[in-house]
């Protein structure tokens, strides 16, 4: 069955960096593009960023552009998100999810193209 199982979360300090690993299983993790999304405290699941199958393309939420990186190994079925410059409001769950194409699609229902979610690593930016 599949697995996606994510890791790395913690505590860092404002300004500080985390890198997030999300280990897959159970399928055939090259064929689908993957995305990393959150939850903040009181608040709905946002997409964070998303990478192509063969990772030739990668987006990102405009208010994380430029401080995080999203990756993947597919040798090693694993999709990373590197975040640097963290900030409290990058608080919250991270999810990784598998995708049901081999391309990230925007639309309104976005969570709709994800048929799998890990279990969510918990990220907290304070001082």
């Known amino acids: 069955q599949v697995q996606l199982v994510e890791s790395g979360g913690g505590l860092a300090q404002p300004g500080g960096s985390l890198r997030l690993s999300c280990a897959a299983s159970?399928?055939?993790?090259?064929?689908?593009?993957m995305s990393w999304a959150r939850r903040a405290p009181g608040k709905g699941l946002e997409w964070v960023s998303g990478?192509?199958?063969?990772?030739?393309?990668?987006y990102y939420l405009d208010s994380v552009k430029g401080r995080f990186t999203i990756s993947r190994d597919n040798a090693k079925n694993t999709v990373y998100l590197q975040m640097n410059s963290l900030k409290p409001e990058d608080t919250g769950l991270y999810y990784c999810?598998?995708?049901?194409?081999?391309?990230?699609?925007?639309?309104?229902?976005?969570?709709?193209?994800?048929?799998?979610w890990g279990q969510g690593t918990q990220v907290t930016v304070s001082s």
């Open positions: 999810a598998k995708s049901q194409r081999d391309i990230v699609i925007f639309r309104t229902a976005w969570e709709e193209e994800y048929d799998h």
């Open positions: 159970g399928f055939t993790f090259s064929n689908y593009a």
């Open positions: 990478i192509y199958s063969d990772g030739s393309n990668a």
